[in-house]
């Protein structure tokens, strides 16, 4: 199979192939979350699951204000069936996703799909990947057309929405990073890798074999985790060679987690946000020739959008005002791990072990 190559690259500051590949990769992500519950929310939160939707609403109500406390379309009806259907229609339109069929309609559904999920899931749906896939998801609403679902439409993606995903994947490293060093003397003493695989939440039987290397290793093992949480995030906001750089450190960081135990989607969703680093010069030396060619033409055919640009730049606004808290909170020495600052979960803070 051809590939695209720097004989025939794509203009090296374009985005058509960066989009198409966070997107597809979204889709993924957002079928395993999907699927996921459609596999396992009755028996959570069904009318007979482990812990019902219909009494947490109902103290929430009592506690609360309803929907502006606790955004879910559940609250229009909790039924065992609404929740099968709420799972598999976002099912279906993650498969669409998957499939390079996509725009803002589709991908504000798949958001408030999964945020009415995750608000009544209680402790079943309190892990940090979940207010990250809910984060991650509503940037993407502003990063495709508004009706259009082709794989590359006649709209060129809004940078700004690219370097939002930036600051996503830069806070989600560097929040992991520092509540390291803030957390637990292993990490300044270079040894939580002498005990990390065998206790970690899921391992797996590569974790086995990490666990017996020698420690000089394992220690040097810490300083690459130091490395790339706390040094490779600054690569986002530089020129191209650094920034393509500090992606490829980042992502081989997350698959390396991924090979050597299992927290769910987590590793697999982090990576989105650091695809939006990779330029089309990038993707276009290892895609498929026709795939970098459908690029070129889009670009060639490209019109501008006013109502888009326009969006993208209020989504800025927006997420900077929201920035604040999750920013102080990085900044703190009491910082708060996986914690959200509003109701829809637009902005939020992170950090790991």
Known sequence: ??????AHPVTPETWWLTRFVLLRWLGLVYLVAFLCAAWQNRALIGSDGLTP??????????????????????????????????????????AL??????????????????????????????FGWETQLLETGFLAIFLVPLWDVRPFPRVAPPVPVLWLFRWLGFRIMLGSGLIKLRGDECWRTLTCL???????????????SLHFLPHPILHF???????????????????????????????????????????????WLTIVPFLALLDDSFWARILPRNLVAQAERA???????????????????????????????????????????????????????
């Open 1 to 6: 199979m051809a590939v695209g190559n720097a």
């Open 53 to 94: 939707v219909a009494p947490f609403l109902q103290a929430v109500a009592g506690a609360h204000h309803g929907f502006w406390a606790l955004p879910s379309l559940f609250w229009w009806g909790c039924s065992d069936t609404a929740l099968d259907a709420v799972a598999w229609t976002g099912v279906a339109l993650s």
């Open 97 to 126: 996703l998957l499939l390079g069929l996509a725009n803002s309609i589709q991908l504000a559904v798949l958001w408030a799909l999964y945020m009415s999920i995750v608000h009544v899931g209680q402790d079943w749906y309190s």
């Open 194 to 208: 002498d005990y990390h695989f065998e206790t970690q939440p899921n391992p797996n039987p590569v974790s086995r």
């Open 221 to 267: 093992g810490v300083l690459v985790n130091h490395f790339v949480e706390l040094v490779a995030p600054w690569c986002s906001w530089a020129r191209r060679r650094w920034r393509h750089f500090g992606a490829v450190c980042m992502i081989g960081f997350q698959f390396f987690l991924i090979v050597s135990g299992n927290l769910a989607f987590l590793n």
């Open 299 to 353: 670009a060639a055919q490209a019109q501008p959008s006013q109502g888009q640009t326009r969006a993208a730049w209020a989504l800025v606004v927006l997420v900077c005002v929201l920035s604040i808290q999750p920013v102080a909170n990085l900044l703190s020495p009491d910082q708060a791990m996986n914690t959200s600052f509003d109701p829809f979960n637009l902005v939020n803070t992170y950090g790991a072990f």
